[in-house]
């Protein structure tokens, strides 16, 4: 069975500083695994996708994230916060079979100006 | 522009009434997916279709109900069974391959009010 584990329900950091938004996953096979922002009172959008090529993904917005199978984990980081970053952030892996989608608690960011 | 399409952003209806939520795609996905987004709560799975003409029950399919009858539309119909229908709805859309590495894209949302 497939389980995502968001270690952070919020996470405070002030402008300029940087991001980590912790993920753990639970995966009989090789995952896909994403992350997603939400603004408030919006739709999610993709940040980034690992699916089993480098392990350092780069996404949007300088976002980025680094599969380690070892610790079945998938933290997002940013080097420098910036206000727009306020926001909720999922963690995703899918199925083996690509129908089905499963989603961590979320992670709401505050940046601290 | 390519992407899913939900209509109306806010509804209201009173207890007891069934509403339709409508979400669109035009990106040629094959699988649609609704979800239920409560305050401080992630996504949870209500319904999914993964091909016209089929559809399987997520994690809270209870009082819903969903039809794909074109490849575009995945409408769902919130039932007055449901006890607690006031929550944020979303609606997303995959390519669906079978190895999962194509991510979903969302719709806006719709937030609905039962009073």
């Known amino acids: 069975a497939q389980s995502v584990t968001q270690l952070d329900s919020h996470v405070s950091v002030s402008e300029g500083t940087p991001v980590l938004l912790r993920c753990n996953y639970s995966s009989s096979y090789s995952p896909s695994l994403f992350w997603y922002v939400q603004h408030p009172n919006k739709g999610l959008q993709l940040l980034l996708k690992y699916t089993s090529a480098a392990t350092l993904v780069k996404g949007i917005n300088g976002f980025e994230a680094e599969f380690k199978k070892s610790e079945t984990s998938f933290h997002l980081t940013k080097p420098s916060a910036h206000m727009s970053d306020a926001a909720e952030y999922f963690c995703v892996v899918s199925s083996n079979t690509g129908n089905q989608f499963y989603f961590g608690t979320g992670t709401s960011l505050t940046v601290i100006p | 522009d390519g992407g899913i399409t939900q209509s109306p952003k806010y509804l209201f209806r009173k207890e007891g009434q069934n509403v339709t939520l409508s979400c669109e795609q035009n990106?040629?996905?094959?699988?649609m997916y609704w979800y239920r987004q409560d305050p401080g709560q992630g996504l949870r799975l209500i319904y999914y279709?993964?091909?016209?003409?089929?559809?399987q029950k997520g994690d809270i399919a209870e009082g819903y109900s969903v039809s794909r009858e074109k490849k575009e539309s995945f409408p769902l119909t919130v039932t007055s069974a449901q006890k607690n229908p006031t929550a944020f709805y979303l609606c997303?859309?995959?390519?669906?391959?079978?190895?999962?590495?194509?991510?979903?894209?969302f719709g806006p949302g719709t937030r609905l009010t039962v009073t």
């Open positions: 997303a859309s995959s390519i669906g391959d079978p190895g999962g590495s194509y991510e979903q894209y």
């Open positions: 279709s993964q091909i016209v003409n089929d559809f």
């Open positions: 990106l040629n996905h094959d699988a």
